[in-house]
T-cell receptor, first 114, second 112 residues
Framework: NAGVTQTPKFQVLKTGQSMTLQCAQDMNHEYMSWYRQDPGMGLRLIHYSVGAGITDQGEVPNGYNVSRSTTEDFPLRLLSAAPSQTSVYFC?????????????FGSGTQLSVL | DAKTTQPNSMESNEEEPVHLPCNHSTISGTDYIHWYRQLPSQGPEYVIHGLTSNVNNRMASLAIAEDRKSSTLILHRATLRDAAVYYCILRDFNNAGNMLTFGGGTRLMVKP
């Protein structure tokens, strides 16, 4: 089972460049989300989606866009990369939004912005 | 949101039990207690969760205090592969879906 797949695993950008981090899940999960993790810190929620066509902002949404056109995919777009966006990005999914539901995380994308 | 307090780090010897504490004195009656762990260079991994009663699964046990103001994650026999950061997280209806609020967690080091 693939679970949650993130690509690429590593990326280096120059300030001002744009790019899309890909996230796909094969578990038919309705809920998907993006987190970032800065060195030595816990994860912080960027954006989330409760189903195809529905997205909302998390704790740190500035500088990022998302869309959810299919159940499987939830790409994260950096519009104009900044050094402050250097971080490790994790995608997660869950079947439902229940508070006793567990989340499945991808293995992460390490992004460096120079 | 109710917050959790965990020690920054703990050490254990291999094949010995490990008790990872978590304080959540402002927990509400509807908060579930979740534990995730993050192995080096990997995404977080679900470990266990509970509401009021103690819980066991193949990975660990969760002991919840009677007043629910604290809980303990128990690894019965630590292995080197259990070295990770362990996060204790409260989830209520305000942060359902994929919204987990991560604190700093406890870094567990396992010595051979």
């Amino acid at each position: 089972n693939a679970g949650v797949t993130q690509t690429p695993k590593f990326q280096v950008l120059k300030t001002g460049q744009s790019m899309t981090l890909q996230c796909a899940q094969d578990m038919n999960h309705e809920y998907m989300s993006w987190y970032r993790q800065d060195p030595g810190m816990g994860l912080r929620l960027i954006h989330y989606s409760v189903g195809a066509g529905i997205t909302d902002q998390g704790e740190v949404p500035n500088g990022y866009n998302v869309s959810r056109s299919t159940t499987e995919d939830f790409p994260l777009r950096l519009l104009s990369a900044a050094p402050s966006q250097t971080s490790v990005y994790f995608c997660a999914s869950s079947n439902e939004g229940a508070v006793n539901e567990k989340l499945f995380f991808g293995s992460g994308t390490q992004l460096s912005v120079l | 949101d109710a917050k959790t307090t965990q020690p920054n780090s703990m050490e254990s010897n291999e094949e010995e039990p490990v008790h990872l504490p978590c304080n959540h004195s402002t927990i509400s009656g509807t908060d579930y207690i979740h534990w995730y762990r993050q192995l080096p260079s990997q995404g977080p991994e679900y470990v266990i969760h509970g509401l009021t009663s103690n819980v066991n699964n193949r990975m660990a046990s969760l002991a919840i205090a009677e007043d629910r103001k604290s809980s303990t994650l128990i690894l019965h026999r630590a292995t080197l592969r259990d070295a990770a950061v362990y996060y204790c997280i409260l989830r209520d209806f305000n942060n359902a879906g994929n919204m987990l609020t991560f604190g700093g967690g406890t870094r567990l080091m396992v010595k051979p």
